[in-house]
C-alpha cells in the first residue's frame, strides 16, 4: 500500500473555532428560536442532528421544521455571519503544524484535499483569510445536498474521484465521529487527530480500526511504514 493522496476535515482539524460545541449549539437554538419561534429540543435531541446523516430530515420534523433544507440555509446564514466575526476578532485558530505539513506533502506531490460539512462559502472564506486555499488540490464544502454530508462517503468519495486516487490509497484526518465513520464507508484509512492527547469524545469506532495522530507530522511517519 502506497499512499498517494492524504485528505483532510477542516474546522477542528486544520483550523479551530474556540468552543465549538457551544459554537454550533447556539446556532441550532438561534434558528429554532429566532426564525421559526419553536421550542429548543433536549441536549440530547440537539447532539443527536450532529451525527444524523441523512436522518437530518426525520430529526429536524420532529422538532416541528416543516422543511428541513430551509433550517440549513438559515442555519448556514448564521454561522456566515457568525463565522466572518471570528475571522475578523482573530479567533479562529490556525494549528502549528498545519502549514510545514501541508508543504511537506505539497513538495512529496502527494495529493491533498479537504472534505468538510461546513457550507462552500464558508470554507472559501477561511481557507483563503488563513492562506491555505493554494496547499490543496481540491476542497469540498457542503453545497445544496445536505444528505451528502459525512457520516456518509459521498464526499470522499467524489473527491477520490477527482483526484484520480483509489480508495486503498487514500487517508483521511478529522476530529470528530463522523470524520471517521465517513472515511470507513469510503474504504479510507481513518486518522483521528486529537492534539489534547486524550480522547474526551465518545468514539464510535472500536480504536483498534483507526490510527490516532497527537500531530499531523505523523503522518510522515506513517507513510513511510505503509
Ligand atoms: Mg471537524
Not at 495522530?213 to 513511510?224: A, H, R
Amino acid at each position: 500500500m502506497t499512499i498517494s493522496c492524504v485528505l483532510f476535515d477542516l474546522d477542528n482539524t486544520l483550523v479551530g473555532i474556540p468552543n465549538t460545541w457551544n459554537y454550533f449549539d447556539t446556532l441550532i437554538q438561534d434558528v429554532l428560536k429566532m426564525d421559526y419561534s419553536l421550542s429548543i429540543p433536549s441536549i440530547a435531541e440537539r447532539n443527536s442532528l450532529w451525527r444524523s446523516g441523512k436522518e437530518y430530515v426525520s430529526i429536524l420534523k420532529r422538532w416541528g421544521v416543516i422543511d428541513p433544507n430551509d433550517f440549513w440555509i438559515k442555519f448556514d446564514q448564521r454561522d456566515g455571519i457568525k463565522r466572518k466575526k471570528l475571522i475578523k476578532d482573530g479567533q479562529l485558530i490556525l494549528y502549528d503544524d498545519v502549514i510545514p505539513t501541508l508543504k511537506k506533502l505539497n513538495n512529496m506531490g502527494i495529493k491533498t484535499g479537504i472534505v468538510s460539512n461546513t457550507p462552500d462559502f464558508i470554507v472559501d472564506y477561511e481557507l483563503d483569510h488563513l492562506n491555505l486555499s493554494s496547499f490543496f488540490d481540491e476542497v469540498l464544502g457542503l453545497g445544496d445536498d445536505q444528505s451528502i454530508c459525512k457520516p456518509e462517503p459521498d464526499g470522499i468519495n467524489l473527491i477520490l474521484d477527482q483526484l484520480k486516487c483509489k480508495p486503498s490509497n487514500a487517508v483521511f484526518i478529522g476530529d470528530s465521529p463522523v470524520d471517521l465513520i465517513a472515511a470507513k464507508r469510503a474504504n479510507v484509512i481513518p486518522i483521528f487527530i486529537d492534539r489534547k492527547k486524550k480522547e474526551s469524545r465518545k468514539l464510535p469506532l472500536n480504536s483498534e480500526t483507526y490510527i490516532k495522530f497527537t500531530d499531523l507530522n505523523q503522518i510522515f511517519d506513517f507513510m513511510e511504514k505503509n
